[in-house]
């Protein structure tokens, strides 16, 4: 893909009391999470953007140290700009771990020469998951030295200029979005996570339940078709096997219940003879 990656790590993690880029999330850091949807886009460079350049960052992945002042992200995103090979930047925030591969590349699709693309939900941006064009990089330091540097006010002033295009978020695709700020949210996704692992072990649990009792009652069954042609009780057996089976397969209830009625007629023959 012809374009730039980026992975905004310089957040402080105040409200989460501990590096954010560090927290498991799924069993893997969220870093690692976010490198690696990174790297299946396969763009020309990614780079990691913090303020140190942080212990965990991969060899072959470029560090770039946020530009001063320190103006949180909107740091980060000049610090990038202003170094890529290519004609468009993806920035991912570290903290947005619920983003897809498929979302990014619907993104990528929509940016056009000079025009980059802004997600946006209602009316609240995502500058922190959305794509930039090189032309930006004049008003995004320009921003940086300004005595205004919120990443809103740039990016309607980018909108304005014709260098981004706004793209609204579908219901559907909100919880790409959503990010990770204080401790409750990831507990609340661990314990999201335990809740579907549960319900997991318990759908194979039934699954496994229901070939052993396939195996065994098709096994009796079988013998008791042959017993139809060999010496033996065949229609003693073929009920046990259907009985088996009608645990768990209903198909296998209504044939019982035939053979149990054929089984009755024969009876009642016999003993009016």
């Known amino acids: 893909?012809?374009?730039?990656?980026?992975?905004?790590?310089?957040?402080?993690?105040r409200r989460m009391g501990a590096d954010k880029a560090t927290l498991l999330f799924r069993g893997k850091p969220l870093w690692q999470n976010q490198?690696?949807?990174?790297?299946?886009?396969?763009?020309a460079e990614i780079?990691?953007?913090?303020?140190?350049?942080?212990?965990?960052?991969?060899?072959?992945?470029?560090?770039?140290?946020?530009?001063?002042?320190s103006r949180g992200p909107l740091s980060g995103l000049a610090a990038c700009l202003s170094r890529i090979q290519t004609r468009h930047l993806l920035v991912l925030a570290v903290d947005m771990p619920f983003m897809s591969e498929a979302h990014l590349r619907f993104l990528c699709d929509q940016t056009a020469p000079g025009c980059g693309i802004l997600p946006i939900i209602g009316d609240r941006i995502e500058p922190l998951a959305a794509i930039y064009p090189i032309e930006a990089d004049v008003d995004v330091t320009a921003a940086?030295?300004?005595?205004?540097?919120?990443?809103?006010?740039?990016?309607?002033?980018?909108?304005?200029?014709?260098?981004?295009?706004v793209s609204q978020v579908s219901?559907?695709?909100?919880?790409?979005?959503?990010?990770?700020?204080?401790?409750?949210?990831?507990?609340?996704?661990?314990?999201?996570?335990?809740?579907?692992?549960?319900?997991?072990?318990?759908?194979?649990?039934?699954?496994?339940?229901?070939?052993?009792?396939?195996?065994?009652?098709?096994?009796?069954?079988?013998?008791?078709?042959?017993?139809?042609?060999?010496?033996?009780?065949?229609?003693?057996?073929?009920p046990i096997g259907l009985a088996i089976l009608?645990?768990?397969?209903?198909?296998?209830?209504?044939?019982?219940?035939?053979?149990?009625?054929?089984?009755?007629?024969v009876v009642s023959r016999k003993t009016e003879s």
């Open 47 to 69: 780079f990691v953007s913090a303020k140190r350049d942080p212990d965990w960052r991969p060899n072959n992945v470029q560090f770039i140290a946020d530009d001063s002042p």
């Open 144 to 165: 940086l030295f300004s005595s205004d540097f919120s990443m809103k006010s740039l990016t309607n002033r980018l909108v304005k200029t014709g260098k981004l295009r």
């Open 35 to 43: 490198l690696d949807l990174l790297r299946h886009l396969q763009p």
């Open 171 to 238: 219901g559907q695709h909100e919880n790409f979005y959503r990010n990770l700020n204080e401790p409750a949210d990831l507990a609340q996704v661990t314990d999201a996570s335990k809740g579907l692992f549960r319900s997991s072990n318990t759908k194979n649990i039934k699954i496994v339940k229901r070939i052993i009792v396939g195996i065994i009652g098709g096994t009796v069954l079988l013998i008791g078709f042959a017993l139809i042609v060999l010496p033996g009780p065949a229609f003693i057996v073929i």
């Open 1 to 13: 893909m012809n374009l730039s990656a980026a992975l905004l790590a310089g957040g402080e993690s």
């Open 246 to 265: 009608a645990t768990e397969f209903a198909w296998a209830g209504r044939w019982l219940k035939k053979v149990r009625q054929i089984a009755s007629s």
